[in-house]
């Protein structure tokens, strides 16, 4: 896999976690904890993808 799909794939499950923690907090029955979980794996997402960004593309 490419590192430009790699980002877009990541960058894709980011976005479906932020509405997926969007539509959690919409329903009263979720448990915090796996709203708090959600958002964990969202930021962990964000951070493979900063750490991506920052290294030198190989040609």
Sequence with gaps: ???ASHLDELQR???DIER???NA???P???DLEIA???R???AIKDEI???KGQPTTH
């Design 29 to 31: 029955s979720v448990d």
């Design 13 to 15: 499950k980011h976005g």
């Design 20 to 22: 997926e923690i969007d």
């Design 41 to 43: 794996r969202k930021l």
């Design 1 to 3: 896999m490419s590192l």
């Design 50 to 52: 900063e750490k991506l």
């Design 25 to 27: 907090m919409l329903h």
């Design 37 to 39: 979980a959600l958002k």
